[in-house]
């Protein structure tokens, strides 16, 4: 039996100061908030010598709830816009959800 996921938690990990570029792309695509956490990236040194980039080790990770049905269009969007080919050097996936609560209903779906 495979149990199906209404929703997706998807996480974009971007440079310092690219979490609200992530999630006005985000925003772009139908989500409607999410969080943005501060963190710090480790293996630069790896990176910069296999792959002859330089990486910004002070991070920031947005964290997104959304419908599975606009997971795709989120991905796609904030690869577009802070994706690895970006100043953002962004990197975004996503997880099925077990269960939600305390999402707010969008404004058309609202019951008076």
Excluded: W
């Excluded at 908030?33 to 963190?39: M, P, R, V």
């Excluded at 080919?85 to 939600?100: E, L, R, T, Y």
């Amino acid at each position: 039996m495979t149990k199906k996921y209404t929703h997706q938690v998807i996480f974009c990990i971007v440079n310092s100061g690219f979490g609200d570029v992530a999630m006005d792309a985000a925003k772009k695509a139908g989500a409607r908030g999410g969080t943005i956490i501060n963190a710090r990236g480790t293996g630069a040194l790896e990176a910069e010598a296999f792959f002859g980039i330089s990486v910004q080790p002070e991070k920031e990770i947005v964290m997104i709830v959304a419908p599975t049905e606009d997971n795709d269009k989120i991905l796609q969007c904030l690869y577009d816009e802070v994706g690895l080919n970006s100043h953002g050097q962004g990197i975004a996936f996503s997880v099925p959800v077990d269960g939600v609560v305390g999402l707010a209903a969008p404004e058309n779906d609202k019951h008076n």
